[in-house]
Nanobody, 114 residues
Framework: QVQFVESGGGLVQAGGSLRLSCAASISTFSGNTIGWYRQTPGKQREWVAT???????TYAGSVKGRFTISRDNAKNTVYLQMNSLIPEDTAVYYC????????WGQGTQVTVSS
């Protein structure tokens, strides 16, 4: 039951960029696949991207080519570099593990203006 700490969100114009960070404990990150998810009011939380312990990445079709997920295990942190942002990317972004889920953190708000 480790609380994730997401940060880096903000308000940006369409076409802009943000880098989100997800930090947690060593036990949470070490050797685990970590994913980014997002949620908007009235919509189900959706998967955005994942990165395995070996660095293999997978992306949702809606963000492929625009977002890049990475990790720094020494810092117990996973990042999400978001480029070419569009209004549809507006959401609260969360991180977690696809398996062995922990409690969701508060997330970080990303708002993309048109």
């Amino acid at each position: 039951q480790v609380q994730f700490v997401e940060s880096g969100g903000g308000l940006v114009q369409a076409g802009g960029s943000l880098r989100l960070s997800c930090a947690a404990s060593i036990s949470t990150f070490s050797g685990n696949t970590i994913g980014w998810y997002r949620q908007t009011p009235g919509k189900q939380r959706e998967w955005v991207a994942t990165i395995t312990s070996s660095g293999a990445t997978t992306y949702a079709g809606s963000v492929k080519g625009r977002f890049t997920i990475s990790r720094d295990n020494a810092k117990n942190t996973v990042y999400l570099q978001m480029n070419s942002l569009i209004p549809e990317d507006t959401a609260v972004y969360y991180c977690n593990r696809p398996l062995y889920r922990l409690d969701w953190g508060q997330g970080t708000q990303v708002t993309v203006s048109s």
